[in-house]
């Protein structure tokens, strides 16, 4: 570069550097900037570099994956680069950093939501076999107080209810055999969950007792 001396600022043909009347200094400005007057090197937006492209590429092509992450590293690898060089940095590589880290986030959500989903589910599950055991412990009950009374089990539960039994309608108990010494009730969750039975001696269990 051939040094300018004196007078108004002086540019490098590149537009990259201006003398200041000792020395030639890189030009540096931030994007959207006013450029001084007689720098051709700059006032309008760069063409985007490889980096920029290869970003923008990534985040379209392996959205909510690993090319989110990568589209991301790249763009602002292009943009760090535009700034040290002082051009103004690539709306491609804004692009593909908007893009992914929209694609990071999706990514998040979804493994989010395939964790906390089977769990809640499961949870919830588990609360409904809760009731149904508390629900038939109830019913058992009142089959214990009514033999108490009349020397033998029911198969009605309208004379549960006599003995302390309230129905619900959510899970429903029946009797499925009733005598002087013995009986049986089932009960589960009309919203999904596990079938009890209970049967003297052997306790509330998955296994039937008809």
Same mark, same amino acid.
């Given at each position: ?29 931030? +994007? ?13 937006? =760069? =063409? ?5 492209? %290869?970003?923008? +590429? ?10 989110? &992450? ?44 395939? &964790?906390? &989903? ?10 409904? #076999? ?11 009950? %009142? ?26 309608? #959510? ?5 499925? =055999?009733?005598?002087?010494? #013995? ?7 009309? +919203? ?19």
């Amino acid at each position: 570069m051939t040094m300018q001396s004196g007078g108004p600022a002086q540019f490098s043909p590149d537009g990259r550097w201006w003398w200041d009347g000792r020395q030639w200094n890189p030009v540096v400005a931030p +994007v959207g900037s006013a450029f001084p007057a007689g720098n051709p090197g700059y006032g309008g937006p =760069s =063409s985007p570099d490889g980096k920029a492209i %290869a970003s923008l +590429v990534a985040a379209i092509v392996w959205m909510a994956g690993l090319g989110s &992450i990568l589209a991301v590293v790249l763009g602002h690898l292009s943009r760090s680069e535009s700034r040290r060089e002082g051009r103004q940095p690539s709306g491609v590589a804004l692009a593909g950093l908007i893009i992914g880290y929209f694609g990071i986030a999706s990514m998040i959500l979804f493994i989010t939501a395939a &964790i906390a &989903i089977p769990v809640f589910f499961a949870q919830t599950l588990r609360g409904r #076999d809760v009731a149904v055991k508390s629900t038939l412990r109830t019913a058992v009950t %009142a089959e214990e107080l009514f033999q108490v009374d009349n020397n033998r089990y029911t198969k009605r539960i309208a004379d549960l209810e006599t003995y302390g039994f309230s129905p619900r309608s #959510d899970i429903p108990v029946l009797v499925l =055999s009733a005598g002087e010494s #013995d009986f049986c009730l089932t009960a589960r969750s009309t +919203v999904g969950g596990k079938r009890f039975y209970f049967q003297p001696g052997h306790g509330i269990s998955e296994t039937s007792c008809e």
